[in-house]
């Protein structure tokens, strides 16, 4: 049976604010920030100067309530605040600010690609309500979708008794990149929330026209298969030489059929762990005539938040077991090197519900149950450090997608700020509906 929504009915004050708040909201102002904000490049690890602009931009926009949180010289986060006054809540609305590709061709192509299409560049351009670019729907729309609530509540002059924050922050993409300080696995949102910034409640912002209570968390795994170094001139079947490439393809069919069954066995909730293939990685391509001695494979499986990760290697440590009695002529070992753990946050909770609320008054029909999912986000770690937090997206891919950017993941960079004004109208429907009461109210 599918969940149903607690209604809590806005009273004719609320209703009038909320009017009055969404009639702010500006299309072309946000559009404008979104363009602005592509031209910032913010890869993860170096999001100083798009963090920089944005706590600029809120200090303009929100009566100077603008800040920059420096991390290090290379990053940081912002977050900007609209004040209540006094005995109400804090709701933070909250979007990673970097991007999955530094677009730098020596280092990622051709595994982005054969070249870097238009949405994968940090140059913007539009076409009427579609913006182009590098990071345009996630993060950067997100981004300026949040900061366009925040903008539009101040100049609404909305009595809020609550906090308002919109905050960003960057490591939020799931990677760890050694040339950068490891940064990456929701690095800079947790120093964002052990610095000051302490939330009630959260809004996260990501893909995706539904409300989730829950997210994935993840876990990487490193597969190495051993051979000997060899000689494109020797003859085939030589004795002592031993390829690890070959052999290699076995164990990638074999991981390939476990990870359906892993899924199978840890779906819960409204989590679908999934896991894919990642890399594969042998050899010296400047060097073609020696044969590789060794063969890493890498893998990233999902785990939902009732699955720990210790719980995911030791069930990948039996399906390991079991190989090498397949296989026992196959020298392999293993090794877990990243992990990240699910969160969630009780349907019940008054930030759900009250999201809930907000998209069924913009969709006009019930929420139910969200869909099965595996995208990982810094939404997980909000939640495991005890902020109740619901996340809120947009149709993704916008469904004018231009066909050339519906292939694959590509840059995230197409969207449509109509779609983001959508999004807008429902969370703003959650700010009021949090901010304009006192905390007994919303459950505190």
């Known amino acids: 049976m599918a969940t149903k929504t607690k209604q809590v009915p806005f009273s004719k004050d609320q209703e009038r604010w909320y009017q009055e708040a969404c009639a702010h909201l500006d299309g072309s102002r946000l559009r404008r920030l979104l363009m602005d904000l592509i031209n910032v490049h913010s890869p993860t690890g170096l999001e100083r100067q798009a963090s920089e602009f944005m706590a600029n931009y809120q200090r303009e926009h929100l009566g100077g309530n603008g800040h920059y949180q420096p991390i290090d010289e290379h990053t940081g986060n912002c977050y900007g605040e609209v004040k209540g006054s006094g005995g109400g809540a804090t709701l933070m609305l909250y979007a990673p600010i970097d991007t999955?590709?530094?677009?730098?061709?020596?280092?990622?192509?051709?595994?982005?690609?054969?070249?870097f299409r238009p949405d994968m560049i940090p140059k913007a351009f539009a076409e009427g309500d579609m913006v182009f670019g590098l990071g345009a729907a996630n993060p950067k729309g997100m981004v300026a979708t949040l900061n366009e609530?925040?903008?539009?509540?101040?100049?609404?002059?909305?009595?809020?008794?609550?906090?308002?924050?919109?905050?960003?922050?960057?490591?939020?993409?799931?990677?760890?990149?050694?040339?950068?300080?490891?940064?990456?696995?929701?690095?800079?949102?947790?120093?964002?929330?052990?610095r000051g910034v302490a939330p009630d409640f959260a809004v996260i912002m990501?893909?995706?026209?539904?409300?989730?209570?829950?997210?994935?968390?993840c876990c990487w795994f490193k597969v190495r298969v051993f051979g000997t170094m060899g000689y494109a001139g020797i003859t085939r079947g030589t004795p002592g030489y031993r390829s690890s490439i070959i052999p290699a393809t076995t164990i990638i069919n074999e991981i390939e059929k476990w990870l359906p069954e892993y899924t199978k066995r840890n779906t819960s909730g409204n989590i679908l762990p999934e896991g894919h293939i990642s890399s594969v990685r042998a050899g010296w391509p400047e060097r073609p005539a020696f044969p590789s001695a060794t063969t890493e494979i890498y893998l990233d499986v999902r785990c939902s938040p009732r699955t720990l990760p210790g719980e995911v290697k030791a069930q990948f440590a039996e399906f390991m077991t079991e190989l090498h009695k397949r296989h026992p002529s196959i020298e392999f070992d293993w090794e877990m090197y990243g992990s990240a753990f699910g969160g969630a946050t009780d349907q019940q909770n008054w930030i759900i519900q009250s999201s809930y609320r907000g998209w069924e008054l913009v969709e006009g029909r019930p929420h139910g149950d969200p869909?099965?999912?595996?995208?990982?986000?810094?939404?997980?770690?909000?939640?495991?450090?005890?902020?109740?937090?619901?996340?809120?997206?947009?149709?993704?891919?916008?469904?004018?997608?231009?066909?050339?950017?519906?292939?694959?993941?590509?840059?995230?960079?197409v969207a449509n700020v109509a779609d983001f004004i959508k999004s807008a109208k429902a969370i703003m429907y959650v700010v009021i509906d949090t901010l304009t009461r006192t905390r007994s109210e919303v459950g505190l």
């Not at 730098?104 to 051709?110: F, L, T, V």
């Not at 990501?206 to 968390?217: L, M, Q």
């Not at 939404?379 to 950017?405: H, Q, S, T, V």
């Open 371 to 413: 869909p099965l999912m595996g995208g990982q986000t810094d939404g997980a770690i909000i939640r495991r450090l005890g902020i109740p937090c619901a996340r809120i997206g947009y149709p993704w891919p916008p469904d004018n997608c231009p066909k050339e950017y519906t292939e694959g993941l590509g840059g995230m960079g």
């Open 100 to 115: 999955h590709i530094d677009y730098d061709a020596e280092r990622e192509i051709p595994w982005v690609g054969r070249e």
């Open 149 to 194: 609530i925040a903008t539009a509540l101040y100049e609404a002059k909305v009595p809020i008794k609550g906090d308002l924050i919109v905050a960003s922050a960057g490591g939020g993409m799931p990677v760890s990149l050694p040339y950068r300080r490891n940064y990456g696995l929701s690095n800079g949102v947790y120093h964002l929330l052990t």
């Open 206 to 217: 990501k893909p995706w026209w539904v409300v989730f209570h829950e997210e994935p968390g």
